[in-house]
């Protein structure tokens, strides 16, 4: 089998600019309706209260739905399981995910990483920032804390793009989880064999009551990692580029009170969650704001809907990075909660740290270009053309 091509690729899977619009007007048909999503028949929940009891509620709804979709690429991961089987993987995985692990990863890496991008285009005076900044900068994280950072880069972003365009491109995506494995294999073992302070090595040598990962499992949460490591949190980071950018004011001000980050990096979760759906199905019949669900029956989160509901959020489709309310659904919630948000925080506010510190005068300039976010069941900015005084 020959080796996949590697080019940059925003892949969001849709072509939808303002779903929000949509959303609205769903939300204020039904906050629950049976709708189709992907062809398929399914339950939507497009408000924030029932689409966070639907993830809350792990005994009623089951997270097994994402090992049917996922299992053929991803192999067996912690997102379909359920109960103890899911508390004691997770807790295996999430020992290397713990905030305090995240906090000591900027200093000693995440910076010294972003700076380094930065040194490659400062002396121009110009750069497109999806591709040289917030593409590169979370494969490269990925990469040093699972402990290979001689890889090649553009293989593994080729690997994230054909993982996530599975449901189009469905070969390429086989294609790319085997040569996933294939590279991680020998690694895995060598790790097992001569353990370091790598993420590989903790999850290879980790034990709770006498269970251990298996290979395959290892696998499995790796090629889960290929796209979440170099998917996620790029678009966080550069939809929260793109909104300070198209704000120049709001951009100043950060400039001036960096204190005010972390309240960018969370408004820019809840404003454009980088990832819009999470699936379960139900383990009984059930009923959730007066529409009946039955046993094994698929429901949708639309996180995006969730969190710019205007029930929950004042003037939802602004950007307010001062906005102080309910907590939004961008990382999921309950058991399932995603391991990495503390790491995607992190990385968030060291990217837009670094980036004031070295970019002075800081500008988007599109010339002939379109940006705009884009995108269905993934969001981000297609481009961000910048100008900023050369150094």
């Known amino acids: 089998m020959a080796p996949m091509t590697d080019s940059f690729v925003v892949s969001n899977i849709g072509e939808d600019r303002n779903p929000y619009a949509a959303y609205a007007e769903a939300r204020a048909r039904a906050p629950v309706a049976l709708t189709t999503h992907f062809g398929a028949p399914v339950i939507a929940a497009y408000a924030f209260d029932e689409a966070e009891h639907i993830l809350r509620d792990g005994k009623t709804f089951s997270a097994k739905i994402n090992g049917k979709l996922n299992r053929p690429l991803l192999g067996k991961t912690i997102l379909e399981m359920d109960g103890r089987n899911h508390f004691v993987h997770r807790k295996l995985i999430g020992h290397a995910f713990r905030p305090t692990v995240a906090a000591t990863w900027e200093d000693k890496l995440i910076r010294p990483l972003a700076h380094a991008l930065v040194d490659g285009f400062a002396p121009r005076g110009k750069a497109e920032l999806v591709r040289e900044f917030a593409w590169e900068l ?85 090629r889960l990692l290929v796209p979440a490591g170099a998917g996620t949190t790029y678009r966080l980071i550069g939809s929260m580029l793109y909104a300070l950018l198209t704000n120049p004011e709001v951009l100043d001000a950060v400039r001036a009170d960096r204190s005010l980050i972390p309240g960018c990096v969370e408004e820019t979760l809840r404003w454009e969650a980088p990832v819009q759906f999470a699936m379960r199905n139900a383990t009984t019949d059930a009923d959730v ?103």
């Not at 070969?171 to 993420?199: K, M, S, T, W």
């Not at 990382?331 to 925080?345: K, P, Q, V």
Request: with cysteine; charged share 25%.
């Open 289 to 391: 704001a007066g529409v009946p669900v039955q046993t094994k029956e698929v429901l949708v989160m639309a996180l995006g809907s969730a969190n710019r509901d205007e029930s929950r959020y004042e003037d939802p489709n602004q950007f307010d990075i001062k906005r102080h309310g309910p907590p939004h659904l961008s990382f999921g919630d309950g058991a399932h909660r995603c391991l990495g948000e503390h790491l995607a925080r992190v990385e968030g506010h060291a990217a837009l740290d670094v980036l004031l510190d070295r970019l002075e005068d800081l500008k988007l300039e599109p010339g002939d270009a379109d940006p705009h976010i884009i995108g269905f069941a993934f969001r981000s900015p297609t481009a961000l053309p910048v100008t900023f005084k050369a150094t």
């Open 138 to 222: 979370p494969v490269r994280v990925f990469a040093e804390i699972i402990g290979v950072p001689s890889v090649d880069y553009a293989k593994w972003q080729g690997w994230a793009v054909a993982l996530e365009q599975a449901a189009h491109e469905w070969d390429r995506a086989l294609q790319a989880a085997q040569e996933a494995h294939d590279y991680f294999q020998p690694v895995i073992e060598e790790r097992r064999a001569n353990p370091g302070d790598d993420l590989i090595s903790s999850l290879a040598t980790a034990e709770i009551d006498g269970v251990r990962l298996d290979d395959d499992l290892i696998h499995g949460f790796l």
